[in-house]
């Protein structure tokens, strides 16, 4: 961790809590920000900040989904919603179609490293499904043309 | 009917604070700071507004819970929105994030609340920025912080992001991921009114029903009860989605029948086809079919036909759905969401998914169905909090209506449709 984020742990997130242990959620989504995704010594210094225990904010870390703890992701993170609106709209043809571009499975990443494929539950976008989230970034109401254009721009 | 919570939706530029200011924004809170907070209550109970998360329970009355002693209390926004076929929040907090806003100050005044923090999930990034601009710009102009427009009220508000867990909707596996917790559910008794953030009052409400508070206070609560029936009375988003022609969210007045959103509003179903089943209110709601869409969309009349309002996101198939697969994705779901606290939950979702996932996949055998039901007895009413319930009020919703389908799916080894 550098300067900059422990000063921003400090400055920014901890004035919002009441305790130290409440700025973990956000001291972990702006380390995993940085570089995709959390290692072991990203949640030990983590841990030493906010007066934790590192098993505490592992646990935390492998219990909401967002977290990749110890699991590095490709530069474009495509994560494919598979659920009831999506899937009524098509979702599972999305997915295949992007395996078939991408030449990986879901749960894998690319070769060169810019790709990771991953299946979400609901991302409550419904009304525009099927919808697929790359990063930060919402891609809705989606067709095979799309997504191949959405993924000729990231290559 | 005039729209009051999705006037801006899709409008560009409205959710800057001079928007909203031109549109008479933030008078409501300027009106509620020279009330006594009681008055305030009291005027919310006359209402009638009910919860819009889901539960339904009357917010003026959850509001009179807090000890009014306490030195100090929360307000929490749960915009975590994770009821699959759900998107109403964010379209609020996209397009009027300041509704929401003033609502939570209105809020926080009527309960002595000095903080306050909004829940939103993690996915929402850009919901959660737009939030996080309308918040200073909301200091700029005075209507948040110190002092809040010369009345001696302080109020700051906090955007705290989950990151990936349907059970932070809960309201008190909620606190605890503000906390810093794992999200799962604290018991109750003491219910958050009394111990709740941090152990102190606090105050839960969903992003729809903050968002219909300044209305209230403007218009009055005689103009707020005389929309929809009169025991869950008020405007409603409810979100369309699947097999109709125009999905999207729609504010009509609560009691709209399910009929008239479908046909009416979203259009109807898809390429002229039949309709199979309704979702009523996410995906925790038992599903209904085209004998029940005269049912006015509100709680009771729900409740009254074995189903739920819920979140008032509506989920239409067409005859080409497969049952089968439609209950299979909602027990994955509810599986993957279980938090793993109590043993009914988590072990029984794995089993109902399991069990549903066989039957998909042409590997069911004969019992299955009986399996199932007997599962379901098993996790019903036995869990820590509404999660196993709601995997349960689903499946038993589709066997009820499609049990030949599970039936075929078994015997035939292939969808029936």
Same mark, same amino acid.
């Not at chain 1, 494929?117 to 609901?122: K, M």
């Not at chain 2, 991921?177 to 109750?188: D, F």
């Not at chain 2, 206070?217 to 025991?231: C, D, L, M, T, Y």
């Not at chain 2, 029948?257 to 038992?286: C, D, F, N, Q, T």
């Given at each position: 961790?550098?300067?900059?984020?422990?000063?921003?742990?400090?400055g920014?997130?901890?004035?919002?809590?009441?305790?130290?242990?409440?700025?973990?959620?956000?001291s972990?989504?702006?380390?995993?920000?940085?570089?995709?995704?959390?290692?072991?010594?990203?949640?030990?210094?983590?841990?030493?900040?906010?007066?934790?225990e590192p098993?505490e904010?592992?646990?935390?870390?492998?219990f909401?989904?967002?977290?990749?703890?110890?699991?590095?992701?490709g530069?474009?993170?495509i994560?494919?919603?598979?659920n009831?609106?999506?899937?009524?709209?098509g979702?599972?043809?999305?997915?295949?179609?992007?395996?078939r571009?991408?030449?990986?499975?879901?749960?894998?990443t690319?070769?060169?490293?810019?790709?990771?494929?991953?299946?979400?539950?609901?991302?409550?976008?419904?009304?525009?499904?099927p919808?697929?989230?790359?990063?930060?970034?919402?891609?809705e109401?989606?067709?095979?043309?799309?997504?191949?254009?959405?993924?000729?721009?990231l290559? | 009917?005039?729209k $009051?919570? #999705?006037?801006?939706?899709?409008?560009?530029?409205?959710?800057?604070?001079?928007?909203?200011?031109?549109?008479?924004?933030?008078?409501a809170?300027?009106?509620?700071?020279g009330?006594?907070?009681? =008055?305030?209550?009291?005027? $919310?109970?006359?209402?009638?507004?009910?919860?819009r998360?889901?539960?339904?329970?009357?917010?003026?009355?959850?509001w009179?819970?807090?000890?009014?002693?306490?030195?100090?209390?929360?307000?929490?926004?749960?915009?975590?929105?994770?009821?699959?076929?759900?998107?109403?929040?964010?379209g609020i907090?996209?397009?009027?994030?300041?509704l929401?806003?003033e609502?939570?100050?209105?809020?926080s005044?009527?309960?002595?609340a000095?903080?306050a923090?909004i829940?939103?999930?993690?996915?929402?990034?850009f919901?959660?920025?737009?939030?996080?601009?309308?918040?200073?710009?909301a200091?700029?102009?005075?209507?948040?912080g110190?002092?809040i427009?010369?009345?001696?009220?302080?109020?700051?508000?906090? $955007?705290h992001?989950?990151?990936?867990?349907?059970?932070?909707?809960e309201?008190?596996?909620?606190?605890?991921?503000?906390?810093g917790?794992?999200?799962?559910?604290?018991?109750?008794?003491p219910?958050?009114?009394?111990?709740?953030?941090?152990?102190?009052?606090?105050?839960?409400?969903?992003?729809?029903?903050?968002?219909?508070?300044?209305?209230? $206070?403007?218009?009055?609560a005689?103009?707020?009860?005389?929309?929809?029936?009169?025991?869950?009375?008020?405007?409603?988003?409810?979100?369309?989605?699947g097999?109709?022609?125009?999905?999207?969210?729609?504010?009509?007045?609560?009691?709209?029948? #399910?009929?008239?959103?479908?046909?009416?509003?979203?259009?109807?179903?898809?390429?002229?086809?039949?309709l199979?089943?309704?979702i009523?209110?996410?995906?925790?709601?038992?599903?209904?079919?085209?004998?029940?869409?005269?049912t006015p969309? =509100?709680?009771?009349s729900l409740?009254?036909?074995?189903?739920?309002?819920?979140?008032?996101?509506?989920i239409?198939?067409?005859?080409?759905?497969?049952?089968?697969?439609?209950a299979?994705?909602i027990?994955?779901?509810f599986?993957?969401?279980?938090?793993?606290?109590?043993?009914?939950?988590?072990e029984?979702?794995?089993?109902?998914?399991?069990?549903?996932?066989?039957?998909?996949h042409?590997?069911?055998?004969?019992g299955?169905?009986?399996?199932?039901?007997?599962?379901?007895?098993?996790i019903?009413?036995?869990?820590f909090?509404?999660?196993?319930?709601?995997?349960?009020?689903?499946?038993r919703?589709v066997?009820?209506?499609?049990?030949?389908e599970?039936q075929?799916?078994?015997?035939?080894?292939?969808?029936?449709?």
């Amino acid at each position: 961790m550098d300067e900059k984020t422990r000063r921003e742990i400090e400055g920014k997130i901890l004035p919002k809590y009441r305790t130290r242990r409440s700025a973990c959620m956000a001291s972990m989504q702006l380390v995993q920000r940085q570089k995709g995704y959390l290692t072991k010594e990203d949640m030990e210094e983590i841990a030493r900040l906010l007066d934790m225990e590192p098993v505490e904010v592992e646990a935390v870390g492998k219990f909401y989904t967002m977290y990749n703890v110890e699991r590095p992701v490709g530069r474009y993170h495509i994560q494919v919603c598979e659920n009831l609106s999506c899937s009524l709209m098509g979702g599972e043809h999305i997915l295949k179609h992007i395996e078939r571009l991408l030449g990986i499975k879901t749960g894998q990443t690319t070769g060169d490293k810019r790709f990771t494929l991953s299946v979400v539950q609901c991302l409550g976008s419904c009304g525009t499904a099927p919808v697929i989230q790359v990063n930060d970034d919402y891609y809705e109401n989606l067709t095979d043309k799309k997504v191949e254009e959405i993924l000729e721009r990231l290559k | 009917m005039e729209k $009051v919570l #999705l006037k801006n939706l899709g409008r560009e530029g409205a959710h800057t604070v001079d928007s909203y200011l031109s549109g008479g924004g933030y008078e409501a809170l300027r009106k509620a700071l020279g009330m006594e907070p009681e =008055d305030i209550i009291q005027m $919310v109970k006359d209402s009638g507004l009910r919860g819009r998360g889901g539960a339904g329970f009357p917010t003026g009355l959850k509001w009179s819970f807090i000890p009014k002693d306490a030195p100090e209390k929360y307000l929490c926004c749960n915009a975590d929105e994770g009821e699959p076929g759900t998107f109403k929040d964010r379209g609020i907090m996209e397009y009027d994030p300041h509704l929401l806003l003033e609502g939570m100050a209105i809020a926080s005044y009527a309960i002595g609340a000095h903080k306050a923090y909004i829940y939103i999930r993690g996915e929402f990034l850009f919901a959660a920025r737009r939030l996080q601009e309308a918040i200073l710009e909301a200091y700029e102009k005075g209507f948040l912080g110190e002092n809040i427009l010369g009345t001696g009220f302080s109020l700051d508000i906090y $955007v705290h992001r989950g990151f990936g867990a349907y059970i932070c909707g809960e309201e008190t596996a909620l606190l605890e991921s503000i906390e810093g917790y794992r999200g799962q559910p604290r018991k109750k008794p003491p219910f958050p009114a009394l111990s709740g953030l941090y152990g102190k009052p606090t105050v839960i409400n969903n992003v729809e029903t903050l968002a219909c508070l300044p209305a209230i $206070v403007n218009r009055g609560a005689e103009w707020f009860a005389s929309i929809g029936p009169e025991k869950s009375p008020g405007p409603k988003i409810f979100g369309v989605s699947g097999h109709v022609e125009r999905p999207g969210l729609y504010e009509l007045p609560m009691g709209t029948p #399910l009929r008239e959103i479908v046909y009416e509003h979203a259009g109807g179903i898809r390429e002229g086809r039949r309709l199979k089943a309704v979702i009523p209110g996410g995906v925790s709601a038992p599903l209904l079919t085209e004998s029940e869409l005269h049912t006015p969309m =509100d709680f009771d009349s729900l409740a009254k036909i074995g189903s739920m309002l819920g979140s008032g996101g509506v989920i239409v198939m067409d005859e080409t759905t497969c049952m089968v697969k439609t209950a299979y994705i909602i027990m994955r779901f509810f599986s993957h969401e279980s938090c793993g606290k109590c043993t009914p939950c988590r072990e029984g979702t794995t089993w109902l998914k399991k069990i549903v996932e066989r039957i998909e996949h042409g590997r069911g055998v004969p019992g299955d169905v009986e399996l199932l039901e007997s599962l379901c007895d098993n996790i019903f009413g036995r869990t820590f909090c509404p999660l196993g319930d709601g995997a349960v009020m689903a499946l038993r919703g589709v066997l009820k209506n499609f049990r030949e389908e599970f039936q075929y799916h078994i015997e035939h080894k292939r969808c029936m449709v």
